[in-house]
């Protein structure tokens, strides 16, 4: 220990009975600057605090909801219970800089109310507090503070509340040794930043969500792109707290693939490209994550039985040998090449046959593929109608994104790989036949859906919610904790003190609304591609920093 250090703890011991009167906030803020005290391990039950354990029953009052109770448990059952944001009755220094930063949620895009900032503040302010009060303080600073913590690193929403698929591995955080710290600190918001994202993407938004509250004081109409924000903030939380190198992020409104640096910063990408998504009529890209694993060259395309029956199908009932013009090969199950002819269209009408695409400059998958298998069958893909990536909205595809500049993927995903340079590449991609060449490691893949994104300059592009998820994640934001503190658990009264709030002003846009029930509904199947015949063409909008009238969608001749 340092001869400063030294000097802090003998100050520490001088100033203890003073601290009896005036609460041991005193201690905790002269410990809080002892870097001995820096993320130390907590001190668990063990030998004799085991004993305790189970003789020390919870106090009644105590009564922690089931998502924070197992942490509760670890922090308070070695120590009997005794209390960490006060003493004899008189809230500490740190436990009055926490509510102070709970008050301040906003700033991080969360909402106070979820974290029952009113009643803290109430008993925080009445001075001395009855054994019942202080136990309630205790009890639901605690609870606050770790849902905090959490809803920090994780999400305030559970992503699979949002995403039922989405699923990242299991959070690694010891949210009790973090409590802890917190009841020490009289800088909490230092802790709190650390367990933010640390993505500059994240901070940018975070920053710009200052400015447009300020300036929602006296403009209420950003109040929605305020909820915009948040919502993009919320999203970013989900992510790992750190990206493996390299990691692929497709941003689905934003039509945008790019590989981040560890912290994501803008203009720092390994490489970023456009591209084209999911149509919204149906044919969305899932919000998943998984690995690229192995990318193929002149790939061939097994055709899904639903793009066969809604598009090739009656092509071939038409003109068979319509679809011979674009290399495509009806099969049958024994993998036998068929005649194109009716009796071969009658067999796949049947479902005795299948469709297959040979590779070449009309395959709708373009030269390469990049796979990491899902249960969507959705991957990234080049493609032969180039020029969709200078539409301003490029929602088209079956579902997987298609690449405006593969080849250069294809590059920078094989430049450690012995034999690949780019003449062998490019020799691959205009082949006849299949080339399949297995990563060296897996790379994660995350196909993500924010409508904000932050700028360098401090402004926001606001993008068109083009499958309608924000409203939704809006809602699931409104909900409150099941349970917030064990006063309204008790009374089973509402636990926030003021009025119920009203959901989120986000308008659905009409390019996401449900289509009518007559219409067919394209779900994510198994190798869909990324284009389809031309249909009738639909407004589309640039993404912008702020909502104006949207532009008509040119129509284009697709792919099959």
Same mark, same amino acid.
């Given at each position: 220990m340092s001869v400063q250090s030294k000097g802090v703890m003998v100050v520490v011991a001088h100033v203890t009975a003073l601290a009896v009167t005036l609460g041991c906030g005193l201690v905790t803020s002269l410990q809080a600057q002892t870097p001995a005290l820096k993320r130390r391990e907590p001190v668990m039950a063990t030998g004799t605090a085991t004993a305790q354990r189970a003789v020390v029953p919870m106090p009644e009052g105590w009564n922690p909801p089931a998502d924070v109770a197992a942490d509760l448990e670890r922090v308070y059952m070695p120590r009997n219970w005794a209390p960490l944001w006060s003493h004899h009755g008189v809230v500490t220094l740190s436990g009055r800089a926490m509510v102070d930063a709970l008050a301040d949620l906003e %700033?991080?895009?969360?909402?106070?109310?979820? /974290? @029952? #900032?009113d009643r803290l503040s109430a008993l925080r302010d009445s001075g001395r507090l009855s054994e019942s009060a202080r136990i309630e303080f205790e009890s639901a600073l605690s609870t606050a503070s770790m849902r905090v913590l959490r809803a920090l690193r994780t999400g305030r929403v559970a992503v699979s509340d949002a995403h039922p698929r989405l699923r990242f591995a299991s959070d690694s955080a010891d949210y009790a040794l973090e409590l802890q710290l917190l009841t020490q600190s009289m800088r909490p918001g230092d802790l709190l930043d650390e367990h933010e994202p640390p993505f500059q993407q994240y901070r940018l938004l975070k920053a710009a969500l200052a400015d447009y509250r300020e300036r929602a004081r006296t403009d209420r109409a950003l109040v929605p792109l305020i909820t915009r924000i948040t919502l993009a903030m919320e999203r970013w939380r989900w992510l790992p707290t750190r990206f493996a190198s390299p990691t692929i992020i497709v941003n689905i409104p934003e039509y945008r693939m790019y590989m981040p640096t560890g912290e994501g910063r803008r203009g720092e990408e390994l490489i970023s490209m456009g591209v084209v998504v999911g149509d919204a009529r149906g044919s969305h890209t899932p919000v998943f994550t998984d690995s690229l694993r192995y990318i193929v060259f002149a790939p061939n395309w097994n055709v899904p039985a639903s793009i066969v029956k809604s598009e090739l199908l009656p092509i071939g009932k038409r003109d068979p040998y319509l679809l011979s013009l674009n290399n495509y090969q009806i099969v049958d199950g024994r993998g036998k090449v068929l005649p194109m002819n009716a009796e071969s269209v009658k067999a796949l009408e049947a479902?005795? =046959?299948?469709i297959r695409q040979l590779p070449g400059g009309t395959n709708s998958l373009g030269r390469v593929k990049f796979m990491f298998p899902n249960e969507? @069958? #959705? /991957?990234?893909?080049? %493609?032969?109608?180039?020029?969709?990536?200078a539409l301003d909205r490029r929602d088209m595809s079956h579902g997987c994104i298609r690449l405006s500049q593969p080849d250069a993927l294809a590059r920078l995903l094989l430049r450690n790989m012995a034999g690949w340079d780019s003449t062998r590449i490019e020799t691959a991609m205009n082949g006849t036949d299949e080339v399949r060449v297995d990563l060296a490691a897996p790379i994660p893949v995350h196909m993500m859906y =924010? !409508? =904000? #994104?932050?700028?360098? @300059?401090? !402004? #926001?592009t606001f993008l068109d919610d083009i499958y309608g998820q924000d409203p939704a994640l809006a809602t699931l934001l409104v909900r409150g904790y099941e349970e917030m503190g064990v006063a309204a658990a008790r009374s089973g009264a509402a636990l926030r003190t003021g009025p119920a709030r009203p959901r989120p002003a986000v308008r659905k846009p009409a390019s996401a609304r449900r289509p009518p029930a007559t219409a067919p509904r394209r779900t994510a199947g198994p190798q869909r591609n990324a284009a389809r015949p031309t249909g009738a063409a639909r407004p589309a909008s640039k993404p912008r920093a702020v909502r104006s009238a949207s532009k008509p969608r040119p129509t284009l001749q697709r792919e099959h």
């Amino acid at each position: 220990m340092s001869v400063q250090s030294k000097g802090v703890m003998v100050v520490v011991a001088h100033v203890t009975a003073l601290a009896v009167t005036l609460g041991c906030g005193l201690v905790t803020s002269l410990q809080a600057q002892t870097p001995a005290l820096k993320r130390r391990e907590p001190v668990m039950a063990t030998g004799t605090a085991t004993a305790q354990r189970a003789v020390v029953p919870m106090p009644e009052g105590w009564n922690p909801p089931a998502d924070v109770a197992a942490d509760l448990e670890r922090v308070y059952m070695p120590r009997n219970w005794a209390p960490l944001w006060s003493h004899h009755g008189v809230v500490t220094l740190s436990g009055r800089a926490m509510v102070d930063a709970l008050a301040d949620l906003e %700033s991080r895009g969360l909402d106070p109310r979820d /974290y @029952d #900032v009113d009643r803290l503040s109430a008993l925080r302010d009445s001075g001395r507090l009855s054994e019942s009060a202080r136990i309630e303080f205790e009890s639901a600073l605690s609870t606050a503070s770790m849902r905090v913590l959490r809803a920090l690193r994780t999400g305030r929403v559970a992503v699979s509340d949002a995403h039922p698929r989405l699923r990242f591995a299991s959070d690694s955080a010891d949210y009790a040794l973090e409590l802890q710290l917190l009841t020490q600190s009289m800088r909490p918001g230092d802790l709190l930043d650390e367990h933010e994202p640390p993505f500059q993407q994240y901070r940018l938004l975070k920053a710009a969500l200052a400015d447009y509250r300020e300036r929602a004081r006296t403009d209420r109409a950003l109040v929605p792109l305020i909820t915009r924000i948040t919502l993009a903030m919320e999203r970013w939380r989900w992510l790992p707290t750190r990206f493996a190198s390299p990691t692929i992020i497709v941003n689905i409104p934003e039509y945008r693939m790019y590989m981040p640096t560890g912290e994501g910063r803008r203009g720092e990408e390994l490489i970023s490209m456009g591209v084209v998504v999911g149509d919204a009529r149906g044919s969305h890209t899932p919000v998943f994550t998984d690995s690229l694993r192995y990318i193929v060259f002149a790939p061939n395309w097994n055709v899904p039985a639903s793009i066969v029956k809604s598009e090739l199908l009656p092509i071939g009932k038409r003109d068979p040998y319509l679809l011979s013009l674009n290399n495509y090969q009806i099969v049958d199950g024994r993998g036998k090449v068929l005649p194109m002819n009716a009796e071969s269209v009658k067999a796949l009408e049947a479902n005795k =046959a299948w469709i297959r695409q040979l590779p070449g400059g009309t395959n709708s998958l373009g030269r390469v593929k990049f796979m990491f298998p899902n249960e969507f @069958d #959705v /991957y990234m893909h080049d %493609s032969p109608v180039q020029n969709a990536f200078a539409l301003d909205r490029r929602d088209m595809s079956h579902g997987c994104i298609r690449l405006s500049q593969p080849d250069a993927l294809a590059r920078l995903l094989l430049r450690n790989m012995a034999g690949w340079d780019s003449t062998r590449i490019e020799t691959a991609m205009n082949g006849t036949d299949e080339v399949r060449v297995d990563l060296a490691a897996p790379i994660p893949v995350h196909m993500m859906y =924010a !409508t =904000a #994104v932050g700028n360098e @300059d401090g !402004t #926001v592009t606001f993008l068109d919610d083009i499958y309608g998820q924000d409203p939704a994640l809006a809602t699931l934001l409104v909900r409150g904790y099941e349970e917030m503190g064990v006063a309204a658990a008790r009374s089973g009264a509402a636990l926030r003190t003021g009025p119920a709030r009203p959901r989120p002003a986000v308008r659905k846009p009409a390019s996401a609304r449900r289509p009518p029930a007559t219409a067919p509904r394209r779900t994510a199947g198994p190798q869909r591609n990324a284009a389809r015949p031309t249909g009738a063409a639909r407004p589309a909008s640039k993404p912008r920093a702020v909502r104006s009238a949207s532009k008509p969608r040119p129509t284009l001749q697709r792919e099959h």
